[in-house]
Protein backbone atom coordinates (compact mmCIF):
# COMPACT_ATOMS: atom_id res chain seq x y z
CA UNK A 1 0.00 0.00 0.00
CA UNK A 2 1.46 3.31 -0.85
CA UNK A 3 2.24 5.85 1.83
CA UNK A 4 -0.56 8.29 0.82
CA UNK A 5 -2.99 5.83 0.91
CA UNK A 6 -1.93 4.59 4.30
CA UNK A 7 -1.90 8.10 5.22
CA UNK A 8 -5.41 8.89 4.44
CA UNK A 9 -6.07 4.99 6.06
CA UNK A 10 -5.59 6.35 9.17
CA UNK A 11 -6.82 9.65 8.82
CA UNK A 12 -9.90 8.14 8.23
CA UNK A 13 -9.91 5.54 10.76
CA UNK A 14 -9.18 8.45 13.82
CA UNK A 15 -12.04 10.33 12.05
CA UNK A 16 -14.12 7.02 12.97
CA UNK A 17 -13.05 6.79 16.37
CA UNK A 18 -11.67 3.80 15.31
CA UNK A 19 -8.01 4.73 16.09
CA UNK A 20 -7.15 5.40 19.52
CA UNK A 21 -4.57 7.57 20.65
CA UNK A 22 -3.21 4.82 22.59
CA UNK A 23 -3.27 2.57 19.22
CA UNK A 24 -1.73 5.16 16.94
CA UNK A 25 1.08 5.72 19.93
CA UNK A 26 2.05 2.27 19.11
CA UNK A 27 1.12 2.46 15.04
CA UNK A 28 3.84 4.79 14.92
CA UNK A 29 6.32 3.39 17.49
CA UNK A 30 6.35 6.71 19.77
CA UNK A 31 7.75 5.01 22.32
CA UNK A 32 10.48 2.86 22.65
CA UNK A 33 10.94 -1.04 22.45
CA UNK A 34 11.75 -2.78 25.89
CA UNK A 35 14.66 -4.62 26.07
CA UNK A 36 14.61 -7.96 24.27
CA UNK A 37 16.20 -10.82 26.04
CA UNK A 38 17.98 -13.02 23.15
CA UNK A 39 18.83 -16.60 24.02
CA UNK A 40 20.40 -19.30 21.86
CA UNK A 41 18.55 -20.43 18.98
CA UNK A 42 18.32 -23.88 19.67
CA UNK A 43 16.67 -23.19 23.15
CA UNK A 44 14.08 -20.90 21.66
CA UNK A 45 10.16 -22.07 22.61
CA UNK A 46 8.52 -23.46 18.93
CA UNK A 47 6.11 -19.83 18.84
CA UNK A 48 6.84 -16.99 16.12
CA UNK A 49 5.91 -13.65 17.18
CA UNK A 50 5.53 -10.81 13.73
CA UNK A 51 4.71 -7.08 14.81
CA UNK A 52 4.55 -4.72 12.13
CA UNK A 53 2.92 -1.30 11.84
CA UNK A 54 2.71 -1.01 8.05
CA UNK A 55 3.60 -3.69 5.49
CA UNK A 56 2.14 -7.29 3.97
CA UNK A 57 3.07 -10.39 5.61
CA UNK A 58 3.80 -13.92 4.06
CA UNK A 59 4.43 -16.66 5.75
CA UNK A 60 4.85 -20.59 4.61
CA UNK A 61 5.33 -23.73 6.50
CA UNK A 62 8.39 -26.16 5.27
CA UNK A 63 8.39 -29.57 6.08
CA UNK A 64 11.96 -30.56 7.56
CA UNK A 65 13.00 -26.48 8.60
CA UNK A 66 14.50 -26.57 12.22
CA UNK A 67 13.59 -23.14 12.86
CA UNK A 68 12.40 -20.11 10.93
CA UNK A 69 14.07 -17.92 8.58
CA UNK A 70 13.62 -14.84 6.50
CA UNK A 71 13.21 -15.01 2.32
CA UNK A 72 12.63 -11.64 2.29
CA UNK A 73 12.00 -8.61 4.30
CA UNK A 74 12.43 -4.66 4.09
CA UNK A 75 15.20 -2.19 5.98
CA UNK A 76 14.60 -2.38 9.70
CA UNK A 77 13.35 -5.55 10.22
CA UNK A 78 14.50 -8.48 12.56
CA UNK A 79 14.31 -12.37 13.19
CA UNK A 80 15.56 -12.58 16.96
CA UNK A 81 15.47 -16.07 19.24
CA UNK A 82 14.02 -14.76 22.45
CA UNK A 83 13.03 -16.49 25.63
CA UNK A 84 9.33 -16.08 24.40
CA UNK A 85 9.81 -17.29 21.03
CA UNK A 86 11.22 -16.41 17.54
CA UNK A 87 9.93 -12.25 16.95
CA UNK A 88 10.35 -10.53 13.61
CA UNK A 89 9.62 -6.45 14.53
CA UNK A 90 10.27 -3.73 12.52
CA UNK A 91 11.22 -1.06 14.71
CA UNK A 92 11.91 2.37 12.77
CA UNK A 93 13.38 5.14 15.37
CA UNK A 94 11.47 8.49 15.49
CA UNK A 95 11.66 11.15 17.67
CA UNK A 96 8.35 13.17 17.38
CA UNK A 97 5.48 14.01 20.33
CA UNK A 98 1.74 12.35 20.49
CA UNK A 99 0.50 9.94 18.34
CA UNK A 100 -1.81 12.31 18.05
CA UNK A 101 0.66 14.84 16.53
CA UNK A 102 2.17 12.25 14.57
CA UNK A 103 -1.40 11.57 12.70
CA UNK A 104 -1.51 15.71 12.35
CA UNK A 105 1.82 16.01 10.79
CA UNK A 106 1.26 13.30 8.60
CA UNK A 107 2.67 9.57 7.90
CA UNK A 108 4.94 10.34 4.84
CA UNK A 109 8.11 9.44 7.05
CA UNK A 110 6.41 6.02 8.15
CA UNK A 111 7.89 2.92 5.57
CA UNK A 112 6.57 -0.04 4.62
CA UNK A 113 8.08 -2.88 6.19
CA UNK A 114 7.36 -6.10 4.48
CA UNK A 115 8.09 -9.55 5.41
CA UNK A 116 8.01 -13.17 4.11
CA UNK A 117 9.12 -15.45 6.11
CA UNK A 118 9.75 -19.71 6.29
CA UNK A 119 8.19 -21.38 9.41
CA UNK A 120 8.52 -25.06 10.74
CA UNK A 121 5.35 -26.72 8.80
CA UNK A 122 5.00 -28.20 12.48
CA UNK A 123 4.87 -24.78 13.71
CA UNK A 124 2.27 -24.91 17.34
CA UNK A 125 1.97 -21.19 17.47
CA UNK A 126 2.37 -18.62 14.59
CA UNK A 127 1.33 -15.12 16.12
CA UNK A 128 0.88 -11.95 13.40
CA UNK A 129 -0.25 -8.63 14.26
CA UNK A 130 -0.12 -5.59 11.94
CA UNK A 131 -1.80 -2.17 11.57
CA UNK A 132 -2.36 -1.89 8.17
CA UNK A 133 -1.51 -4.66 5.31
CA UNK A 134 -2.59 -7.73 3.98
CA UNK A 135 -1.28 -11.34 6.03
CA UNK A 136 -0.98 -14.56 4.19
CA UNK A 137 -0.37 -17.90 6.07
CA UNK A 138 -0.03 -21.41 4.31
CA UNK A 139 0.61 -24.52 5.24
CA UNK A 140 1.17 -24.38 8.97
CA UNK A 141 -0.23 -26.83 10.92
CA UNK A 142 -0.37 -25.64 14.57
CA UNK A 143 -2.74 -22.36 15.68
CA UNK A 144 -2.68 -19.26 13.67
CA UNK A 145 -3.34 -16.01 15.39
CA UNK A 146 -4.03 -12.98 13.11
CA UNK A 147 -4.84 -9.65 14.46
CA UNK A 148 -5.33 -6.69 11.65
CA UNK A 149 -6.45 -3.49 11.93
CA UNK A 150 -6.87 -2.58 8.23
CA UNK A 151 -6.02 -5.28 5.84
CA UNK A 152 -7.11 -8.65 3.99
CA UNK A 153 -6.09 -12.08 5.84
CA UNK A 154 -5.17 -15.45 3.82
CA UNK A 155 -4.82 -18.80 5.89
CA UNK A 156 -4.45 -22.06 3.87
CA UNK A 157 -3.86 -25.64 4.89
CA UNK A 158 -4.29 -24.63 8.66
CA UNK A 159 -5.80 -26.78 11.31
CA UNK A 160 -6.26 -23.91 13.77
CA UNK A 161 -7.17 -20.07 13.26
CA UNK A 162 -8.15 -17.24 15.77
CA UNK A 163 -8.22 -13.88 13.40
CA UNK A 164 -9.73 -10.42 14.03
CA UNK A 165 -9.80 -7.87 11.18
CA UNK A 166 -11.62 -4.25 11.64
CA UNK A 167 -12.01 -3.38 7.95
CA UNK A 168 -10.75 -6.22 5.71
CA UNK A 169 -11.84 -9.82 3.62
CA UNK A 170 -10.99 -12.65 6.10
CA UNK A 171 -10.13 -16.46 4.15
CA UNK A 172 -9.43 -19.69 5.64
CA UNK A 173 -8.99 -23.05 4.50
CA UNK A 174 -8.03 -25.92 6.04
CA UNK A 175 -8.80 -28.85 7.84
CA UNK A 176 -10.41 -28.73 11.30
CA UNK A 177 -10.89 -31.04 14.11
CA UNK A 178 -9.95 -30.40 17.36
CA UNK A 179 -10.16 -27.28 19.29
CA UNK A 180 -11.75 -23.95 19.37
CA UNK A 181 -11.55 -21.40 16.16
CA UNK A 182 -12.87 -17.83 15.71
CA UNK A 183 -12.93 -14.97 12.90
CA UNK A 184 -14.28 -11.94 13.92
CA UNK A 185 -14.62 -9.31 11.41
CA UNK A 186 -16.25 -5.73 11.45
CA UNK A 187 -16.30 -4.55 8.03
CA UNK A 188 -15.67 -7.07 5.13
CA UNK A 189 -16.20 -10.80 4.04
CA UNK A 190 -15.67 -14.08 5.67
CA UNK A 191 -14.75 -17.12 4.27
CA UNK A 192 -14.23 -20.55 5.54
CA UNK A 193 -13.13 -23.59 3.82
CA UNK A 194 -13.53 -26.68 5.63
CA UNK A 195 -11.23 -30.21 4.16
CA UNK A 196 -12.52 -33.19 3.94
CA UNK A 197 -12.05 -34.68 7.51
CA UNK A 198 -12.64 -31.33 9.51
CA UNK A 199 -15.12 -31.98 12.52
CA UNK A 200 -16.79 -28.59 13.92
CA UNK A 201 -19.71 -26.96 15.09
CA UNK A 202 -20.34 -23.79 13.73
CA UNK A 203 -21.77 -20.56 14.91
CA UNK A 204 -22.13 -18.21 12.19
CA UNK A 205 -23.66 -14.54 12.60
CA UNK A 206 -23.86 -11.38 10.43
CA UNK A 207 -25.59 -8.22 11.38
CA UNK A 208 -25.77 -6.88 7.67
CA UNK A 209 -24.32 -9.44 5.76
CA UNK A 210 -25.45 -12.64 3.73
CA UNK A 211 -25.06 -16.08 4.87
CA UNK A 212 -24.48 -18.70 2.77
CA UNK A 213 -23.49 -21.96 3.52
CA UNK A 214 -24.86 -23.95 0.87
CA UNK A 215 -23.21 -27.28 1.67
CA UNK A 216 -24.68 -27.20 5.23
CA UNK A 217 -27.95 -27.71 7.40
CA UNK A 218 -28.34 -24.57 8.82
CA UNK A 219 -30.94 -24.41 12.43
CA UNK A 220 -31.01 -21.19 14.01
CA UNK A 221 -28.66 -20.67 16.88
CA UNK A 222 -30.69 -19.72 20.19
CA UNK A 223 -31.63 -16.58 22.04
CA UNK A 224 -29.01 -14.89 19.34
CA UNK A 225 -30.74 -12.56 16.63
CA UNK A 226 -29.02 -13.44 13.22
CA UNK A 227 -26.86 -16.36 14.17
CA UNK A 228 -26.98 -19.70 12.59
CA UNK A 229 -25.60 -23.03 13.33
CA UNK A 230 -24.23 -26.09 11.81
CA UNK A 231 -22.18 -29.04 11.90
CA UNK A 232 -19.87 -30.59 10.09
CA UNK A 233 -18.32 -34.42 10.50
CA UNK A 234 -18.99 -35.02 14.49
CA UNK A 235 -18.49 -31.49 15.54
CA UNK A 236 -15.34 -32.03 17.37
CA UNK A 237 -14.16 -28.69 16.82
CA UNK A 238 -15.92 -25.06 17.84
CA UNK A 239 -15.76 -22.57 15.33
CA UNK A 240 -17.86 -18.94 15.65
CA UNK A 241 -17.41 -16.52 12.78
CA UNK A 242 -19.25 -13.46 12.98
CA UNK A 243 -19.35 -9.85 10.83
CA UNK A 244 -20.89 -6.59 11.26
CA UNK A 245 -21.34 -5.48 7.64
CA UNK A 246 -19.96 -7.99 5.18
CA UNK A 247 -21.11 -11.57 4.25
CA UNK A 248 -20.37 -15.12 5.74
CA UNK A 249 -19.37 -17.86 3.07
CA UNK A 250 -18.80 -21.46 3.94
CA UNK A 251 -17.82 -24.69 2.78
CA UNK A 252 -17.36 -27.66 3.77
CA UNK A 253 -15.63 -30.98 1.89
CA UNK A 254 -13.60 -29.60 -0.19
CA UNK A 255 -10.46 -30.62 -1.35
CA UNK A 256 -7.51 -27.69 -2.04
Not at 66 to 78: E, I, N
Not at 145 to 168: C, E, I, Q
Not at 186 to 194: F, K, P, S
Amino acid sequence: MPTEAFEARVRELVDQGKLTAEEARGLLGAEAAPPTLEVAAEVAPARVSIELTHGAVSVRGRAGLAQPRLVRASDAVSLTATAAGWTVQHRPVRDIGSALDWVRAGLSSISSANVELEVPADLPLLEVRTVAGDVEVEDVAGNVRVNVTAGDVDLDGVSGFDVTARTGSVRVRGRIQLGEHRIQLYTGDAELVLEPGSSAELELSTVMGRLDARDLELRRAAGLARAHEATVGAGDARIAIATVTGDVDVRAGKER
